[in-house]
């Protein structure tokens, strides 16, 4: 019903920077809040932002002042804008839409996934 696409993902040299996509479609009547993930080998999977349908956003502590989560509404999309980065930020990062459907009730979508990898 639902799918979400992430775009964006690649190696990068320590400092450099990379803007992640993700993408919704399907029979959406709405998206509540939007958030990246990011899961590193053998780590537990961690929110890294979220953003509300009001453009609120909110940051783990470890990427704030570094990463910019932001959406575009009217083409259900959110942006992850990663700034100095750093080799801890290489991980798979995923997509997570709260999405309401037609029948007025709210799911949980998820991305496939994109790598960032992140040189020294």
């Known amino acids: 019903q639902v799918q979400l696409v992430e775009s964006g993902g690649g190696l990068v040299q320590a400092g450099g920077s990379l803007r992640l996509s993700c993408v919704a479609s399907g029979s959406i009547f709405s998206i509540n809040a939007m958030d990246w993930y990011r899961q590193a080998p053998g780590k537990q999977r961690e929110l890294v932002a979220r953003i509300l349908s009001s453009g609120s956003p909110n940051y783990a502590d470890s990427v704030k002042g570094r990463f910019t989560i932001s959406r575009d509404n009217a083409k259900n999309t959110v942006y992850l804008q990663m700034n100095s980065l750093k080799p801890e930020d290489t991980a798979v990062y995923y997509c997570?839409?709260?999405?309401?459907?037609?029948?007025?009730?709210?799911?949980?979508?998820w991305g496939q996934g994109t790598q960032v990898t992140v040189s020294s």
């Open positions: 997570n839409a709260e999405v309401m459907l037609g029948d007025r009730l709210t799911y949980s979508y």
